[in-house]
């Protein structure tokens, strides 16, 4: 929201506003007058201020809306000049504030806030360099704080030390829901502790450790057979060993609530032979829903283990095989696995290196799969693909969203899409 748009407007129909305060053409004696009137609004719920300005300006207006707004819940601040000598000026506002559930900030030194702030249900400090002292202050926090739900750390220089300190607050800590730790460095050490404490947890819905340099977690198994609480396990982007991949498969046999899981972008050793029996266990689960499998340019997922999984299950809604070297080959099978499955919704087969006949196959399933909603096929599939994909669209009555960016389709291609388009009554978008 620019400083223009509300001169003639009453500030007090506003439930929703980004307040951009970097145009260095706007004074500070103008922004303290929409801060005023932000101060008394009777109907904002969400703001957004984006700034560049001078050292001190930014936090002292935050702090100061914190402080008087009566029905702000959702409040983010970006790029502004946060240090550590005036963001105490927005640990004041959260404080004294009464309404506010979901903060996004940009910086690490307001955890003393949390001690006092009994509001506050959604916390994001992602790409705050908090590292692992700040870390353990915030979990700190949790020794008094009854009201944080979640809680996004990404990015934040976290070793396997600073794991430690969230393990030991979750022992206690019966709220917490949502836990991402994603782009840290905690490591095997940091991803064992965080695992084991699943063991006694029975808050912890969501857990996100991607990206961790994470590859032997020994504890995986007996605590994914114990715990009762866990639906979202992300993984991704690590170098899982074999044998964890293994372990945390075996559990899934006996863990009845985990429905998402995100493998991408791991490694195992002889890939092709390894992620086969991974797959294969995968396809008997009874609970998954939503499935990463994607592996980087090292990996390979057999054919007919993929066949195999969309035949044989009977729960899983979205599945993602990006990344995965999967060939015509394996496009034919998937193609021939969703003319019987009803089930599946989500499908994302992008970079990797299917053609125009994988992609013919594929376009013959979608004339009779009216299931499927979303399919990313970002692949080479060229104008013969296209143009088996433009006959499939007349007949297709389920794709609602459609990517074929990037796929080397020219005018031919792109004629035979359209005449499909004209009879296709299902689309809603395009890429």
């Not at 064992?192 to 590859?215: D, M, P, Q």
């Not at 498969?249 to 086969?276: F, H, M, R």
């Not at 013969?384 to 499939?392: C, E, L, N, V, Y």
Request: with cysteine; aromatic share 4%.
């Amino acid at each position: 929201l620019y400083h223009e748009a509300i001169k003639d407007s009453d500030i007090n129909d506003i439930i929703c506003a980004q307040l951009r305060l970097g145009n260095r053409y706007i004074s500070v004696k103008r922004i303290a007058e929409l801060i005023e009137e932000i101060k008394t609004c009777k109907t904002l719920e969400k703001l957004s201020i984006n700034c560049h300005r001078e050292k001190y300006t930014t936090a002292y207006f935050c702090g100061d809306i914190l402080k008087s707004n009566c029905k702000l819940i959702e409040f983010a601040a970006h790029n502004g000049y946060f240090y550590d000598e005036n963001t105490r000026e927005i640990a004041k506002g959260l404080s004294v504030n009464k309404t506010m559930k979901r903060l996004d900030f940009i910086h690490s030194n307001i955890c003393e806030a949390f001690r006092i702030n009994k509001t506050i249900v959604e916390l994001k400090l992602a790409d705050s360099d908090i590292g692992d002292e700040g870390f353990s202050n915030l979990c700190k926090m949790f020794k008094s704080n009854k009201t944080l739900e979640k809680l996004d750390l990404a990015n934040n220089n976290i070793s396997s030390k600073g794991a430690r300190c969230i393990t030991n607050a979750l022992k206690t800590n019966s709220t917490l829901t949502h836990l991402c730790l994603n782009w840290n460095k905690i490591e095997d050490l940091g991803a064992e502790s965080l695992i084991e404490v699943l063991k006694h947890n029975r808050a912890l819905s969501h857990l996100e450790l991607a990206s961790n340099a994470i590859g032997n977690i020994k504890t995986i198994h007996t605590a994914l057979t114990v715990n009762k609480t866990l639906a979202h396990l992300n993984l991704g982007s690590n170098n899982l060993i074999y044998n964890t991949m293994q372990e945390l498969v075996k559990a899934l046999a006996v863990n009845t609530t985990l429905s998402l899981l995100d493998l991408s972008c791991n490694i195992p050793e002889n890939s092709g032979k390894n992620a086969k029996s991974i797959v294969d266990a995968l396809a008997n689960c009874e609970t998954l829903i939503e499935l990463s499998l994607g592996l980087n340019e090292n990996g390979h997922i057999p054919a007919e283990s993929i066949d195999k999984m969309l035949r044989l299950s009977k729960t899983l809604v979205k599945l993602k095989l990006a990344l995965s070297n999967l060939d015509d080959k394996a496009a034919i099978a998937i193609g021939k696995a969703l003319k019987c499955n009803t089930i599946l919704k989500i499908l994302r087969i992008s970079e990797n290196k299917i053609r125009f006949k994988g992609a013919t196959a594929i376009a013959s399933a979608l004339k009779a799969n009216s299931i499927l909603e979303l399919l990313n096929l970002r692949n080479s599939i060229g104008d013969t693909g296209a143009i088996s994909i433009g006959h499939a669209l007349k007949a297709n009555k389920g794709l609602k969203d459609f990517n074929l960016k990037a796929n080397s389709i020219f005018s031919d291609g792109i004629q035979g899409i359209i005449k499909g388009l004209e009879k296709n009554t299902a689309l809603m978008m395009l890429n």
